[in-house]
């Protein structure tokens, strides 16, 4: 009997800082808050009109292929082992450009909409006996990588569309001033749906984003960082930032190599299409539920300062210390 699977991941990022130059950093105690990131599957019966059960595969916004990975996995549809060679298959005749490797492997974040993706009684069989049948695992891990890279067509036909150059084109040139490619397009979009917190302020996110590339600053995107570091904190340490990875993008100006997450439409057309706003750092109060945007350091750094003061006042930091030792302190 199939089932319905929803794979739910939710990552509340409680305070953002965002990029500051190397003497501000080492001249100011860096305190970043962060609610801890995680998982939760919930599996529920969802009965076809022909009779059996659809399972649906619920790509949440905001996850990342190791979440995707480790759900499949629990509900018994197929492995990482199975799935990852498939969707290297599938993406040389889904995705229409070379994706680079990192670590030594491709990266398939950002490379599929999150989403619902329904599949009809019995095309899925579910995996027995622990990692089940490898040969079942292949099937169903070929069934779901076509699914999952071919719902990104339109976005790549959008993207090659995109004008280029110096915004004589148009509205859409004028804001890909970066001259970004579509995979470097698709790596902003991911990073500004995970700062967007709550789904809000997507075009001003990206417009701070924009003018730092511009200038040679680095982006300063804590969950880029948090991406290399596998998980989330409250508190990123002056350790965290010293991190030696690509996707250390206080140390190094650029994008990272490759997206950090599945995004929304709304996060893809923020990255073509920023605001005018001229702000050049932001912070998010968990508290208000507010992201707070400055135009100088000075400003910015008060507002953080207030972030973090409210966020202690109302959780306290020792009950955070107690409920999570190895992640809640500070530097």
Known sequence: MNRVFLLQIRSWVLVSMTAILAAAVAAFPLIILREPGG???????DPSPAGGYTTVVHVQTGSRMRDLVEELERSHLTTGRALLPALERTAHSAVPFTLPRAGGAARYEGLFRPGRYRFEPGA???????????????????????????SAADRYAYLAGLPRGDG??????????????????????SIVEKEAVGGRGYEDVSAVFHRRLAGGTPLGSCP??????????????QEDLSLDS?????????????????FSDQALGAAVRPSSTSAFFFVFDWTSGRLLFSETYGEHLAKADQARRN??????????RARHPDKYYEP
Request: hydrophobic letters at 40%; proline letters at 9%.
């Open 39 to 45: 998982a939760r599957a919930e599996v529920l019966a």
């Open 124 to 150: 899925l069989r579910p995996l027995t006996g622990g990692q089940g049948d490898p040969r079942q695992a292949a099937l169903n891990a070929s069934l779901i990588a076509r699914r999952l890279l071919e």
């Open 168 to 189: 004589s084109e148009g509205e859409a040139a004028g804001a890909t001033a970066q001259d970004l490619g579509p995979y470097q397009v698709i790596i902003l979009a």
């Open 224 to 237: 880029t960082l948090e991406y290399a570091l596998g998980y989330h904190r409250p508190f990123l340490t």
């Open 246 to 262: 690509p996707y250390n993008v206080y140390a190094q100006p650029g994008l990272p190599p490759t997206p950090i997450c599945f």
């Open 311 to 320: 966020y202690a006042r109302l959780y306290g930091r020792e009950a955070l």
